[in-house]
């Protein structure tokens, strides 16, 4: 009797052992074979505080992204962080507009400057009505030009828009105004000469125009760089906000028609978008004392260079791009400054 309960305890705790064995091996195999969950992680809103914060440890303006497609809709994304649409609404930038108590826009730059101009007419439509263009210094012919290029170190013409906000109850109407230059002045004349100093804009849009300049040696760029920058703060009031916006590439590749001629051309033995380059760096190094304080209301944005670095298809003569390009940038531009806003970042 005591051999016969011996061996059912033998087999029962064999039967014990071995059902532990295959509960252990099942878990375990399941804990194997479990494929692992990626941990996803949503990119902040791009702020201008933001970029503050990437200059203070990269020490140059943001960089890095991608081309992607969104509803038909190019648009860019950056590593650093997200916008929320492709395009910002026509009245969302409206809204954000009037709301920030925006007035009066000054966007400066050369002829691609001009495209961001009307880039901005463009994102509102039927709703912007043009008011005629005023020419500096009796108007635009050669005598004038030469003129204001030999007094004021740049060319200055005066085109205006007048846009009519109407979000709400209440409307606003903002000015929108173009100031062409294709060098950068010496001193603060030309700049001054505008308009008187309480009418000077809210926000200021300043397109650096290295395409024109690449043809001056570099530390002669640096000079006029420094002397615009100062020439800037003397005549802007404090509560102006600035933003300076680096100059895109050019494409070789590109050239065609009348640029044809200036195809592989080279400036400081550098072609035109290695140069660029190279000013573009200057411009960040002379920039970055005003980029790294939170108290100033002096902003860059995101390195318009490596922006288009693969956006040679979208050049129409190696130089100027098509408008998608300045719809893009522009676009981008006024959702870092509603998010900005929005945010109280400012």
């Given amino acids: 009797m005591s051999r016969l309960l011996g061996l059912l305890l033998l087999v029962s705790t064999i039967g014990v052992s071995y059902l532990l064995f295959l509960m252990y091996n099942e878990t375990y195999t399941h804990l194997q074979i479990e494929p692992t969950k990626p941990v996803t992680s949503v990119k ?34 950056p590593e650093l962080c997200r916008f929320t649409h492709p395009r910002i609404s026509r009245s969302t930038l409206g809204k954000c507009l009037m709301e920030s108590r925006v007035h009066h826009v000054s966007l400066s730059g050369d002829s691609s400057g001009i495209r961001n101009q009307q880039a901005i007419w463009r994102s509102f439509g039927t709703n ?15 005598g004038a030009i030469n003129e204001m290029k030999s007094t004021f170190g740049f060319l200055m013409i005066h085109m205006r828009k007048r846009c009519q906000l109407k979000p709400g ?3 606003q109407t903002v ?43 570099l530390n002669t760029i640096r000079t006029r760089i420094r002397m615009f920058m100062r020439a800037i703060k003397r005549v802007v009031p404090q509560s102006a906000k600035i933003f300076y916006f680096n100059t895109y590439s050019e494409f070789e590749s590109a050239r065609r028609g009348k640029s044809l001629p200036f195809r592989g051309l080279r400036y400081d033995n550098m072609l035109a978008a290695e140069k660029i380059l190279k000013m573009n760096d200057i411009l960040y190094s002379e920039l970055e004392k005003d980029l790294l304080n939170t108290s100033s209301k002096t902003y860059g944005f995101i390195d318009l260079f490596n922006v288009s670095s693969d956006r040679a298809s979208w050049s129409t003569d190696g130089i100027h791009m098509i408008a998608k390009w300045h719809d893009t940038i522009m676009s981008m531009f006024w959702q870092t400054y509603c998010n900005s806003f929005y945010l109280n970042e400012f």
């Fill in 44 to 77: 902040p809103l791009c702020t201008f505080a933001l970029f503050r914060r990437y200059n203070a440890e990269h020490h140059y303006f943001p960089r890095g992204g991608k081309w992607t497609t969104t509803s038909g809709v190019s648009h860019y994304d």
């Fill in 128 to 142: 912007c009505k043009n008011v005629g263009a005023i020419c500096i210094r009796n108007g635009v012919d050669r």
């Fill in 169 to 171: 109850i209440k409307n």
């Fill in 175 to 217: 000015y929108f105004e173009q100031i062409l230059h294709i060098v950068m002045p010496l001193n603060a004349t030309g700049i001054d000469a505008l308009r008187p100093a309480q009418c000077y804009p809210d926000l200021f849009l300043i397109f650096m125009p290295f395409f024109h300049v690449k043809v001056e040696p």
